[in-house]
């Protein structure tokens, strides 16, 4: 199979599972979900016991314990609503979420709930959904005060989507405000 076949019917099967999904009904969706949920879950332990199995491997005679944190469900003792871990709620980590109350974020209840355009585009559920996974690292630099800059190059192959960084991650940004009067805000100076 060329290259341009192996695009083509990717793009039609691209096209296929969409149209699926835009004809799923509420119920549907939800099953595939579940389907999706448990899936992997399955593979997650795969690759638990597969580590497990490799640990095992590296250190004969010596069995690895589980690390087991428990539920996530302590809240910050801060009130920040964050929830942690136990384990966090002292030491260093205790201050990860909101520096040990310092940082305030009164209207949290207003910023959580994120728009159902977001979660449309997140899932795969619209229309616009590859587009948006395709081009997401341009939207997040577009949308940024800076913008990371390295040299990348893709795996070879198919496979999630990841890049691979040569050399040094730098990041650009402009001043607060444009050198020239004519000169076009960039980065952070849009908002500013």
């Known amino acids: 199979m060329t290259d341009e076949q192996r695009a083509a019917a990717y793009e039609a099967d691209r096209l296929r599972t969409s149209q699926a999904r835009a004809e799923m009904t509420d119920e549907e969706r939800e099953a595939e979900r579940a389907r ?11 690759a638990r016991r597969q580590l497990g199995d490799a640990v095992a491997r590296s250190w004969p005679g010596q069995t690895p314990q589980p690390l087991l944190l428990g539920l996530r469900d302590r809240p910050c003792p801060y009130n920040c609503n964050a929830l942690r871990f136990e384990k966090e709620l002292s030491g260093v980590h205790a201050s990860l979420c909101c520096n040990r109350g310092r940082v305030k974020l009164e209207d949290c209840q207003k910023l959580c709930p994120y728009p159902d355009e977001m979660k449309y585009l997140l899932m795969g559920d619209h229309p616009n959904s590859s587009n948006f996974f395709e081009y997401i690292r341009r939207y997040n630099s577009a949308l940024g005060f800076a913008s990371l800059g390295a040299n990348t190059t893709p795996p070879p192959g198919y496979g999630p989507y990841c890049f691979r960084i040569h050399g040094a991650v730098y990041h650009r940004s402009g001043l607060l405000h444009p050198e020239a009067s004519n ?9 500013i």
């Open 36 to 46: 999706n949920r448990a899936r992997l879950a399955a593979e997650r332990e795969r």
């Open 183 to 191: 000169e076009s805000r960039r980065y952070g100076q849009i908002y």
